[in-house]
């Protein structure tokens, strides 16, 4: 009854339906992990965000990479902004879309060691070759406060190092690279995004706070190919039932062919 199973057409079938079930419940695995990720991320960021700022200096070093558990941790400094090495981030959003630059200032602490700092968001302009104005920052001596932020690298930004850009424009934020342009000198490992002092005129716009609330559609699209995976073997098998139903009920149907004449 089910010898039709060995035609080339069920082979083919059935060795499409047994690769697509391990591959869907391999699916759903990636998506939990993500969920799960997700879900430490927030609470890592807000109990980053919930704890009092500490000085920049217990979490990072020359040359150091910021510690997960330390993401967005609130952080203060004190020293004095270097405009003069300043630079921008290009193709960077802000909360309305609109590209621009983030705005990286050198912050010399009060040791000679120097701090990366993310002022915020400026508009792009309309010649993206030159260097925008940038309103200047807090003069003289000055304490900030910001949260705590890792290097940025191409694996983990999905951003492109491109080389050979204008005059004073980056694509990624890293200490290494900003202890390059300035000549050798220690830079923290990491960066800071600033929440104050706030700018004057409210340019550069600061950034916002992460959002840490929402986990994502990932659980419910883990859920999901784990249910076409259960559904794979079923569908077959429904399939196969009504192939072997029709070509019995086929076999019991009187042949359609005039019969012969007599003499």
């Given at each position: 009854m089910y010898r039709f199973?060995?035609?080339?057409?069920?082979?083919?079938?059935?060795l499409v339906a047994l690769a697509l079930i391990p591959t869907m419940i391999e699916l759903g695995f990636w998506q939990l992990h993500r969920h799960e990720h997700r879900v430490a991320l927030n609470k890592v960021i807000a109990d980053s965000l919930a704890?009092?700022?500490?000085?920049?200096?217990?979490?990072?070093?020359?040359?150091?990479?910021?510690?997960?558990?330390?993401?967005?941790?609130?952080v203060t400094a004190r020293g004095t902004f270097d405009t003069t090495h300043e630079v921008v981030v290009r193709r960077r959003t802000n909360a309305d879309g609109e590209v621009g630059y983030h705005v990286l200032t050198p912050f010399v602490l009060d040791d000679g060691k120097v701090l990366t700092v993310n002022r915020g968001w400026v508009p792009a302009g309309t010649a993206q070759t030159s260097f925008p104005r940038i309103p200047a920052p807090v003069p003289g001596e000055v304490t900030i406060t910001g949260r705590l932020m890792p290097d940025e690298t191409t694996a983990g930004s999905g951003i492109k190092n491109v080389r050979g850009l204008p005059d004073r424009q980056v694509m990624l934020i890293d200490s290494g690279q900003e202890a390059e342009l300035l000549g050798g000198?220690?830079?923290l490992g990491g960066y800071v995004e600033l929440t104050s002092p706030a700018p004057k005129g409210g340019s550069p716009e600061l950034l916002p706070d992460p959002?840490?609330?929402?986990?994502?559609?990932?659980?419910?699209?883990?859920?999901q190919w784990w249910l076409f995976s259960a559904g794979v073997p079923v569908g077959w098998a429904v399939l196969a039932r009504r192939e072997a139903r029709d070509r019995a009920a086929a076999a019991k149907r009187p042949s359609q062919e005039p019969a012969p004449a007599t003499a």
């Open positions: 199973l060995l035609s080339r057409q069920w082979v083919i079938l059935t704890a009092k700022p500490v000085p920049a200096e217990s979490l990072t070093s020359p040359g150091a990479t910021v510690a997960h558990r330390d993401l967005y941790r609130r000198r220690q830079v959002e840490h609330g929402d986990i994502g559609p990932h659980l419910a699209y883990a859920i």
